[in-house]
C-alpha cells in the first residue's frame, strides 16, 4: 500500500512541477483604465512568451462590438504563432458608453480616446513585464466587425505604430480619407 501512494505522490509532485514550470517563464499581465471620452469600460490582457528575448510587436486582438477580447491570448492558436514569432499577445475588451445609436461603437474612433487607453495599456505592460520595448513595439491588428473598425482606425490615426491589420468586417468607418503614412501599412479587409 505504501508502494502505491508513493507512486501517487511522486506523480502528482511531478505533474504540479511541469505545471509550475510551464508557467514560470511566460506572463501574463491585466490592465484596466478608467471610463474615457469615447468608452466606457477599457480592459486589457497582455501574454508574453516564454522563449522571447525582445518582443518584435504586439499583436493586438479586437473583437465585435462590445465583445471581450481579453481570452483570445489563451488559445493555442495564437500562443503557437506568437511564441514562433516572438510577439506579445494583447487582448481587448472595450465597451460603449450608452448613447441613442448602440449599433454604431463609438469607441472605434480611436482618435477620440479609445487609441490613447490601447497605448497607456502598453506603456503600463512594458513597465510591468520589465520589457520596455512594448512600450513603442511595432503592433499587427487582428479584428472582426467593430474590431475591424477600430484596427483600420488606429492605423489611419498612429500609422508609424502599426505594422499590419487586419479587418474582418468592418461597417462604419470615422476616417474617410488615409494620410499617405497610412496607405502604405500593410492592410487585409
Same mark, same amino acid.
Given at each position: 500500500?505504501?508502494?502505491?501512494?508513493?507512486?501517487?505522490?511522486?506523480?502528482?509532485? %511531478? +505533474? +504540479?512541477?511541469?505545471?509550475?514550470?510551464?508557467?514560470?517563464?511566460?506572463?501574463?499581465?491585466?490592465?484596466?483604465?478608467?471610463?474615457?471620452?469615447?468608452?466606457?469600460?477599457?480592459?486589457?490582457?497582455?501574454?508574453?512568451? $516564454? @522563449?522571447?528575448?525582445?518582443?518584435?510587436?504586439?499583436?493586438?486582438?479586437?473583437?465585435?462590438?462590445?465583445? !471581450?477580447?481579453? !481570452?483570445?491570448? !489563451?488559445?493555442?492558436?495564437?500562443?503557437?504563432?506568437?511564441?514562433?514569432? /516572438?510577439?506579445? +499577445?494583447?487582448?481587448?475588451?472595450?465597451?460603449?458608453?450608452?448613447?441613442?445609436?448602440? %449599433?454604431?461603437?463609438?469607441?472605434?474612433?480611436?482618435? /477620440?480616446?479609445?487609441?490613447? =487607453? +490601447?497605448?497607456? =495599456?502598453?506603456?503600463? %505592460?512594458?513597465?510591468?513585464? !520589465?520589457?520596455?520595448?512594448?512600450?513603442? =513595439?511595432?503592433?499587427?491588428?487582428?479584428?472582426?466587425?467593430?474590431?475591424?473598425?477600430? @484596427?483600420? $482606425?488606429?492605423?489611419?490615426?498612429?500609422?508609424?505604430?502599426?505594422?499590419?491589420?487586419?479587418?474582418?468586417?468592418?461597417?462604419?468607418?470615422?476616417?474617410?480619407?488615409?494620410?499617405? $503614412?497610412?496607405?502604405?501599412?500593410?492592410?487585409? %479587409?
Amino acid at each position: 500500500m505504501s508502494n502505491i501512494i508513493t507512486r501517487v505522490a511522486g506523480r502528482t509532485a %511531478f +505533474l +504540479l512541477l511541469a505545471l509550475c514550470a510551464n508557467s514560470a517563464h511566460s506572463q501574463t499581465f491585466d490592465v484596466a483604465l478608467p471610463s474615457g471620452k469615447n468608452y466606457d469600460q477599457a480592459q486589457f490582457r497582455m501574454w508574453v512568451p $516564454e @522563449n522571447a528575448q525582445t518582443i518584435k510587436a504586439a499583436l493586438v486582438l479586437v473583437p465585435g462590438s462590445n465583445g !471581450d477580447g481579453r !481570452d483570445q491570448v !489563451d488559445t493555442a492558436l495564437w500562443r503557437d504563432f506568437a511564441t514562433e514569432q /516572438q510577439l506579445a +499577445l494583447v487582448g481587448v475588451y472595450m465597451t460603449d458608453k450608452l448613447h441613442d445609436d448602440m %449599433f454604431i461603437e463609438h469607441y472605434v474612433n480611436v482618435a /477620440q480616446g479609445s487609441g490613447d =487607453a +490601447l497605448l497607456d =495599456a502598453l506603456t503600463q %505592460f512594458a513597465g510591468r513585464s !520589465d520589457r520596455p520595448e512594448l512600450g513603442s =513595439a511595432p503592433l499587427l491588428f487582428w479584428g472582426m466587425s467593430a474590431g475591424g473598425e477600430y @484596427n483600420y $482606425e488606429f492605423a489611419l490615426w498612429r500609422p508609424e505604430r502599426v505594422a499590419a491589420f487586419v479587418v474582418n468586417k468592418g461597417g462604419i468607418y470615422y476616417s474617410a480619407l488615409a494620410s499617405k $503614412e497610412a496607405r502604405q501599412v500593410p492592410g487585409l %479587409f
